[in-house]
């Protein structure tokens, strides 16, 4: 039986794949909750008088490393669900601020698919570009990933 919202097995990607997932609006909830877990409480991120007298640009801003870790989940629940196996590495750029209100979503490009050594794996590269509302690419990453292959790649499965 089909489990459905399975991911991708990395041997029915082919490179120049392109995905979109759905988006997300950035709350100040979202804000809130993360830099008070993380313990990243910066004043940009939480003093409204501070940002006032001297954030270089209006709003309140959302830390990058919360609108990566949005994007990493709005990409594994469309892609990587039960077939993504581990994360390896990945280069990042900030390219412009996300604000609360704002509402991304990801756009990903298969650059990369090659087998790994062993057990039906492969090794998959993505080009992820976070983009907002205004269609302005706000992150790029370039994850890394182990993911499981389908059945009968090599027999296994």
């Known amino acids: 039986m089909k489990l459905l919202g399975e991911g991708f097995h990395w041997d029915e990607l082919t490179v120049g794949d392109r995905f979109r997932t759905f988006g997300r609006t950035i ?10 877990s993380v313990g990243m409480l910066e004043a940009l991120f ?14 309140r801003p959302a830390p990058a490393a919360l609108v990566y870790a949005i994007a990493e989940g709005m990409v594994l629940n469309a892609t990587g669900q039960g077939t993504g196996l581990a994360f390896l590495h990945m280069e990042l750029n900030v390219e412009g601020p996300v604000m609360q209100g704002d509402t991304i979503h990801v756009e990903i490009e298969v650059t990369e698919v090659r087998p790994a ?8 590269r993505t080009r ?30």
Do not use: C, W
Not at 128 to 157: C, K, W
């Open 117 to 124: 050594r062993k057990n039906n794996r492969g090794l998959v």
């Open 27 to 36: 709350t100040e909830t979202d804000i809130v909750n993360f830099v008070s």
């Open 128 to 157: 992820n570009s976070v983009v907002n509302q205004r269609g302005e690419t706000v992150i790029t990453y370039t994850p890394l990933r182990l993911m499981a292959g389908s059945a009968g790649a090599d027999g296994a499965a």
């Open 46 to 59: 939480l003093d409204a008088e501070y940002r006032a007298a001297h954030s270089a640009i209006g709003g």
